[in-house]
């Protein structure tokens, strides 16, 4: 049982360039979520996924897409990478609890982006 | 939308001493708040969460404790150990949010010192 795993752990990028970002979670999860972290701002969400074959728009999507590829896979996708998507990029997955209780999210390693 | 601040920023305590982190919320839908602990090139772990039906939880060393009419949360960590040093973010959820996201703090940075 490996929980959420995301690659890479690092990556550089030219402005310009596109890459996607791999999500794997071993839960049986419903909710799939993909966040980026920057120094004094926390965690903010950029894109999630409830459930197979649902995407939806978090507070920061602007420049990039992703997809829930099955119930296991989400990816995120830089189409044109700018400097101001340096960030350090978090997968997480949350499952839910019978009469809709909250329960914990798990998250991966983390891949550490840097756009030059 | 939900909006969640957290103080402080940084803290650093002495080994031994208590921390206190303080949360607050302004979505009052919002009924499950965790806490989680990250360490230096991992992802954020859970350590404790509370739901809104319960004002306080405790887990050895580690305390929640839950204000609704405030829309206030705490974490309270006892008799600190060089090992706590971490960032620490609080967060926020309700069973009305698509997927229950998740909102987080900004985080605060521990330091215990020895």
């Known amino acids: 049982n490996a929980g959420v795993t995301q690659t890479p752990k690092f990556q550089v990028l030219k402005t310009g360039q596109s890459m996607t970002l791999q999500c794997a979670q071993d839960?049986?999860?419903?909710?799939m979520y993909w966040y980026r972290q920057d120094p004094g701002m926390g965690l903010r969400l950029i894109y999630y996924s409830a459930s197979e074959g649902t995407t939806d728009k978090g507070e920061v999507p602007n420049g990039y897409n992703v997809s829930r590829l099955n119930k296991r896979e989400f990816s995120l996708r830089l189409e044109s990478a700018a400097p101001s998507q340096t960030s350090v990029y978090f997968c997480a997955s949350r499952g839910t609890r019978n009469g809709g209780q909250g329960v914990e999210a798990f998250f991966g390693q983390g891949t550490r982006l840097t756009v030059v | 939308g939900e909006n969640v601040e957290q103080h402080p920023s940084t803290l650093s305590v002495q080994e031994g001493d208590s921390a206190v982190i303080k949360c607050t919320y302004s979505?009052?839908?919002?009924?499950?708040f965790p806490w989680y602990k990250q360490e230096l090139g991992k992802g954020p772990q859970l350590i404790i969460d509370i739901r809104s039906n319960v004002g306080e939880k405790k887990d050895q060393r580690i305390a929640v404790t839950l204000n609704k009419t405030a829309k206030h949360f705490s974490l309270h960590i006892t008799e600190t150990q060089p090992e706590d040093s971490a960032v620490y973010f609080c967060a926020a959820s309700s069973r009305a949010r698509s997927a229950r996201q998740l909102t987080f703090g900004s985080g605060t940075q521990l330091t215990v010192l020895p």
């Open positions: 839960m049986n999860h419903n909710s």
């Open positions: 979505d009052s839908a919002s009924n499950y």
